[in-house]
C-alpha cells in the first residue's frame, strides 16, 4: 500500500485501492477481558468521552465510497477525515465532517522541500492548497522533507527545507493555517525519507520560528525509528501539531496483535494538553474494515 499513489487515485476517481493482508474470515481480538468477533454489528462505540478528537486517514479505507465512508464516520463519532484533497472538502461538509489535514494529489514524499530544485514548484501548488484550505475552512495542510541524496546530507537538508518553507509558512500564517512536516520511517516503508527522526524535525522547527509550522508524529514511524514513544512525546509536545496511528509491526490494526500500548499513548496525549486531532492510519485486515475502525477508535478514546 503506497499512500501517495492511493491519496493520488481517490482524488482522481480511479478507483479503489486493495488494502494489504486482508483476511478470508473475522479475525478475533482481544483488547478488553472478552475475546470479540470483529464484525460491525457487535462493535457499538456507545457515547466517546471527547478528550481525543478523532480523525481517520481516507488513504486506509479507499475501497469505500467516499459519501458512505462520511456515513460511517458520522455513526462512529469520527470528525474528520484527512489527507483528503480539495475535490473532496464539499462532500466532507455535506456530512459535517472535516478534513484535520489536507493534502493534494500532487504531494510528495520523495521530491520535497530538502532541494531546492522542487521549492519553486512546491511553493506554487501549496500556496494554492493554502488558499483552497483556507476558502473551505481547513486549517491545516501537510508537507514533506523529500529523500536524501547523494549532496543532501541531513545538516545541508535541514537548511534547505528551512529556505524553501520560509516563504511559505509566512504566506501560511497570513491565512491562519497551519503546516506540518510528516516524521516517517526511513528503514522500512520509506528509504531515504529525511525528516524521520524527531530531533531532527524538531530543528525545523526551531529554524523556522513560526507556530504555524509543527511535525506530525506518526507514532507507527517512530516506534521504528526510535521508541521511547510516551518520552518523546512527553519532550516534544510544543513541537507536535498531529498525530498518526498504526500497529507496530506491518502498519495494521491498533490491538493487543502488535507492540505499541495505544491507550498508555493516548493518555500520555492527554495529560500534554494536546487539543488537535489523532488520527487511525493503519492498514485494517478485517474483512469488516469499519469494524478494525471503530475497534481503532474504541482503543483510543481514553
Known sequence: MNRRNAIKNTALGLGAVTALGSCNT??????????TTATSN????????????????????????????????????????????PEEWKILKKYDRT???????????????????YHGDLQNTYRKLIDQAADSGINTVIVFSGNREEDID?????????????????????????????????KIDH???QCDRTPWGAALVDKLGSSHFKLLYDIYHMQIMEGDIIATIRQYKDYIGHYHTGGVPGRNEINLNQELNYPAIMKAIVATDYKGYVAQEFIPTYDDKLAALREGIRICDV
Open 26 to 35: 473475522p479475525q478475533v481480538i482481544t483488547t478488553t477481558t472478552t475475546t
Open 191 to 193: 528509504k531515504g525519507y
Open 42 to 85: 457487535n462493535l457499538p462505540l456507545g457515547a466517546l468521552k471527547n478528550n481525543i478528537n478523532h480523525s481517520v486517514c481516507r488513504w486506509c479505507y479507499s475501497s469505500i465510497p467516499l459519501e458512505a465512508f462520511c456515513e460511517s464516520a458520522q455513526e462512529i463519532g469520527i470528525k474528520s477525515i484527512e489527507l483528503t484533497t
Open 99 to 117: 478534513c484535520a489535514i489536507g493534502t493534494h494529489s500532487k504531494a510528495s514524499l520523495t521530491k520535497g522541500f530538502n532541494n531546492p530544485k
Open 154 to 186: 541531513d545538516t545541508i537538508g535541514l537548511e534547505n527545507c528551512a529556505v524553501g518553507l520560509d516563504s511559505l509558512v509566512k504566506y501560511a500564517e497570513k491565512q491562519n493555517i497551519n503546516i506540518v512536516m510528516e516524521l516517517l520511517n526511513s
